[in-house]
């Protein structure tokens, strides 16, 4: 059974720093991508970021560019998010998610049960 | 950044109606769209992968279709366990990005 967990989160000021981790079992971690999908209170969905079976390539949007990055350790299914110059709009709960496809970026098979990050001062 | 719309942005229908949601893409992402829905206080949940593509469990009830740019979800009778948000998403680009969300509710 695929299971993704998330830990990390909490109350941080404005401007500070944050790492979120995902914890991943139940399938050939180092096989898939991974993405990080935030989603604000009562709002969307906004993807954040994702990353490469073999970390070759990172992606971002646009919102976070410069301030988060996304990395992970194979040996340890494992998956992170350093969030730093953290912003009130950063508030949001913060999913793992596990790609579909084997070895390429496609849809997301797989999400975990999020971890909150307030913003706040 | 590729920008998806959907249409409506919420809708009340009653079990066993037919609900027909859109999605539009700002430019083409070819057959590159998924869906997901979400329930509150829940993760979302994929349903359908590469424009129509019915995901392990899901009922048949539910389908999709399009190419380029215009993208529909259908359900084809709305079950009680159906209302719910529900999202499109690209990953024609690597900038992948998710509409804004379609709420479906009791009428």
């Known amino acids: 059974e695929v299971q993704l967990v998330e830990s990390g989160g909490g109350l941080v000021q404005p401007g500070r720093s944050l790492r979120l981790s995902c914890a991943a079992s139940?399938?050939?971690?180092?096989?898939?991508?991974m993405h990080w999908v935030r989603q604000a209170p009562g709002k969307g969905l906004e993807w954040v970021s994702g990353?490469?079976?073999?970390?070759?390539?990172?992606v971002y949007a646009d919102s976070v560019k410069g301030r988060f990055t996304i990395s992970r350790d194979n040996a340890k299914n494992s998956l992170y998010l350093q969030m730093n110059s953290l912003r009130a709009e950063d508030t949001a709960f913060y999913y793992c998610?596990?790609?579909?496809?084997?070895?390429?970026?496609?849809?997301?098979?797989?999400w975990g049960q999020g971890t909150l990050v307030t913003v706040s001062s | 950044d590729i920008q998806l719309t959907q249409s409506p942005s919420s809708l009340s229908a009653s079990v066993g109606d037919r609900v027909t949601i859109t999605c539009r893409a700002s430019?083409?992402?070819?057959?590159?769209l998924h869906w997901y829905q979400q329930k509150p206080g829940e993760a979302p949940k994929l349903l359908i992968s590469v424009t129509s593509n019915l995901e392990s469990g899901v009922p048949s009830r539910f389908s999709g279709s399009g190419s380029g740019t215009d993208f529909t979800l259908t359900i084809s009778s709305l079950q009680p366990e159906d209302f719910a948000t529900y999202y499109c998403?690209?990953?024609?680009?690597?900038?992948?990005?998710f509409g804004p969300g379609t709420k479906v509710d009791l009428k």
């Open positions: 998403q690209q990953s024609y680009s690597t900038l992948f990005t």
């Open positions: 430019q083409s992402v070819s057959h590159y």
């Open positions: 139940g399938f050939t971690f180092d096989d898939y991508a």
């Open positions: 998610s596990k790609d579909k496809a084997f070895r390429y970026f496609d849809s997301m098979d797989f």
């Open positions: 990353i490469s079976f073999n970390s070759g390539s990172l």
